[in-house]
Nanobody, 126 residues
Framework: QVQLVESGGGLVQGGGSLRLSCAAS????????MAWFRQAPGKEREFVAA????????YYGDSVKGRFTISKDNAKSTGYLQMNSLKPEDTAVYFC???????????????????WGQGTQVTVSS
């Protein structure tokens, strides 16, 4: 079992930055790929970014490319999402997820991810 706990959310002005963290405990995080998703009120959950277990490949949703950066520190069993140039439309609950087997086909869907955090709220004011 893996437990994931997100932190770092909050209220920020448009154009500002936040860094989300996802602390993992349980089985070895270093062998797991991870991702960030978000869900705004009344909307479906949206893929934000994913990173291969070894950190050598990253993937981004179109709406965040060039503004967000995903990373993971296996020594600290923690994943990160650096969010820059934030916009009001980035407002959502952000979830981290971890997968024991990465899927190049389904990485931007819920399917490969075995473990999920409880989410952290990000609110961007205009």
């Amino acid at each position: 079992q893996v437990q994931l706990v997100e932190s770092g959310g909050g209220l920020v002005q448009g154009g500002g930055s936040l860094r989300l963290s996802c602390a993992a405990s349980g089985r070895s995080f270093s062998t797991m790929s991870m991702a960030w998703f978000r869900q705004a009120p009344g909307k479906e959950r949206e893929f934000v970014a994913a990173i291969l277990w070894n950190g050598l490949s990253t993937y981004y949703g179109d709406s965040v490319k060039g503004r967000f950066t995903i990373s993971k520190d296996n020594a600290k069993s923690t994943g990160y999402l650096q969010m820059n140039s934030l916009k009001p439309e980035d407002t959502a609950v952000y979830f981290c997820a971890a997968a024991t087997t990465f899927s190049l086909v389904y990485y931007n869907t819920d399917r490969p991810y075995d473990y999920w955090g409880q989410g952290t709220q990000v609110t961007v004011s205009s």
